[in-house]
């Protein structure tokens, strides 16, 4: 009779990942001489081959530093496959832009758009026309101007985050 032993599986359901085994995994290693770490990035050894070097992380960067793509081919050749490859792609940067997810066209924050429309502006206006209309809201809506007014106080102190907020984004672009 055989002797029972431990079992991670325990029956139904599978506690384990399917394909999982109980022994070390086996690593495959940079295929760079000397060294020691995991080689997990697949290079080709040559064009058109189905045979891969796998290199760490820092070999991959030094051996695609060092690829060709327009090898063996004239400069004609080289310019045609440039502008046929430019063609094929244009339709993915002409979409790029829906990578945002955002309102907008992904140059501003969902923020931001919200205080240009507090400050009533539209989403392409410049840091100048933003100071121009705090200016001339926070003037319509200041509390000295309009005493005991607490839609006016609100106003106003939602005319002031608005600035804010935009005031931080220009100056984060300016530093960027």
């Not at 109980?22 to 189905?50: H, I």
């Not at 070999?59 to 004239?74: D, I, K, M, T």
């Not at 992904?106 to 502006?121: H, N, P, Q, Y």
């Not at 001339?136 to 200041?142: E, S, T, V």
């Amino acid at each position: 009779m055989a002797r029972s032993s431990r079992s991670n599986d325990w029956g139904f359901p599978r506690w384990r990942g399917y394909g999982s085994e109980r022994g070390a995994t086996r690593v495959r290693m940079c295929d760079r001489e000397g060294c020691d770490q995991p080689g997990d990035r697949p290079a080709p050894k040559s064009p058109n081959s189905p045979e891969r070097w796998y290199f760490c992380e820092d070999h991959a960067a030094e051996y695609n530093r060092n690829w060709n793509y327009f090898e063996g081919l004239s400069a004609e050749e080289a310019a045609a496959r440039e502008a046929r490859e430019r063609r094929d792609a244009s339709g993915y940067a002409d979409s790029k832009h829906y990578a945002w997810g955002g309102p907008g066209d992904g140059t501003r924050s969902r923020d931001e758009m919200r205080a240009l429309a507090v400050l009533e502006l539209e989403s392409d206006a410049d840091f100048d026309e933003i100071k121009a209309a705090w200016r001339r809201l926070a003037k319509a809506n200041h509390p000295d101007v309009k005493p005991n007014d607490a839609a006016a106080a609100a106003r106003f102190q939602s005319i002031q985050a608005a600035f804010e907020v935009l005031r931080k984004a220009e100056e984060r672009r300016a530093t960027a």
